[in-house]
């Protein structure tokens, strides 16, 4: 189903402009027929953050903005699904057009700006389907426009607590002006103090939703030697390594789309995201779990996430290029590489690679 799914959808909507192809495809989610997925091989099963997730495989937020399809995809095989980003307010984001392939490159620039239906309209959606169970994160942002951005944050803690298998606190996001200055020390104690207050206030009624920081590829060492010390003090959960970059890597064969202004994201992310998962897992020295995105586009490329420090991995630009075979894809060859080299669990190659790959050259 999938395959022929992938087959007949993925060459039609390369015609049409990426934004538009999204909402096709979106749309053709919500027609498909009932999924009887398989499920999955229990080496594959993951523990972090004190949920179980059933591989670890998901959907990265940006996808499903406004908690459209989650089941659907939970149905198509990923292990978990993140929301968002989800703002107080609805909002429109940036002027069209903002999302563009870079076809020979497999990459994505976007420019979207947080666009979304607001936190009370996503709100219903989750509330309507918490009986269906799955893993669904909540990543949540401030409203461009917003007097407070630390309120914002807060305010969505509160809201979405009940509903929330964790959250995702995104500074990270390059296409809203000032946004990742919350990542600078001073702002990001405040922030993280703040939000784990809001959490741990809701606990008792909503239970115990874990706090993610997902932060950007681009910051220098120092600043994240900061970011970490700042996450471990406030005792966060895990962190999401990274978001998309507004460096443009000298091998990019599209010079001329990639000066589009936004966020690089597929192929051309991944050796510098997985740069920065490893020096991220050995500064956490264990204290936290680590979700690994960008570039992740085969088996291959989610064992080496994994090598540098990912307990969990993340997807969305490879798909407009690979289909949602790939899902399948990945599995497999995980459980093959657990089969070959006698292992029974991932948690056994988390971070086989990271001091390794730490010492090799920085990525142009």
């Known amino acids: 189903m999938i395959r022929a799914f992938d087959n007949f959808s993925l060459p039609l909507l390369r015609w049409f402009d990426p934004e538009d192809a999204h909402r096709m495809a979106m749309q053709g989610l919500r027609l498909l027929p009932p999924i009887r997925q398989r499920a999955d091989d229990p080496k594959l099963a993951v523990r972090a953050f004190g949920l179980n997730f059933p591989n670890p495989i998901g959907m990265a937020a940006g996808f499903d903005k406004n908690a459209e399809v989650p089941d ?21 984001g940036n002027p069209r057009p903002r999302v ?11 420019r979207m700006g947080f666009n979304n239906d ?24 401030a409203n461009k426009d ?26 990270s996001s390059p296409n809203t002006p000032g946004l990742r200055n919350l990542q600078q020390a001073d702002a990001l104690n405040e922030l993280l103090a703040k939000v784990i207050d809001a959490r741990e206030r809701v606990r008792q009624n909503a239970g115990d939703t874990p706090v993610l920081l997902k932060i950007a590829p681009d ?19 895990g962190m999401i390594v990274g978001n998309t970059t507004l460096a443009r890597p ?31 897992y050995v500064r956490t020295e264990g204290a936290f779990p680590l979700i690994g995105v960008g570039g992740i586009d085969s088996g291959g490329a ?10 969990l991995i993340q997807l969305y630009s490879s798909l407009v290029y690979k289909g949602l075979g790939l899902v399948d894809d990945i599995k497999r060859d995980l459980m ?15 971070g086989a690679d990271a001091a390794a790959i730490t010492a090799e050259d920085w990525p142009a």
Request: charged share 25%.
């Open 72 to 92: 659907a995809l939970l149905k198509l095989g990923f292990g978990f699904v993140e929301v968002g980003t989800v703002t107080p307010r609805p909002q429109p």
């Open 250 to 280: 000298s091998s990019l064969r599209d010079q001329l789309r990639a000066k589009e202004q936004g966020g690089l994201s597929g192929r051309p992310l991944f050796r510098l995201s997985t740069r920065m998962v490893a020096e991220t």
């Open 336 to 350: 093959s590489t657990l089969l070959r080299t006698g292992r029974d669990s991932l948690s056994e190659i988390v």
């Open 302 to 311: 989610a064992l080496t996430k994994m090598r540098a420090g990912a307990t």
């Open 146 to 171: 917003s007097a407070n951005r630390v309120a914002d944050y807060v305010r969505l803690i509160e809201i979405f607590a009940p509903v929330a298998s964790y959250f995702t606190v995104n500074v």
């Open 100 to 110: 563009f392939r870079l076809e020979r490159d497999e990459g994505v620039i976007n």
């Open 118 to 141: 607001g936190a009370h309209v996503v709100l219903r959606r989750l509330a309507a389907r918490a009986h269906a169970g799955g893993i669904i994160g909540v990543n949540i942002g």
């Open 219 to 237: 910051l220098t060492l120092a600043e994240l030697d900061d970011v970490v010390q700042i996450a471990r003090s406030r005792r966060i959960d």
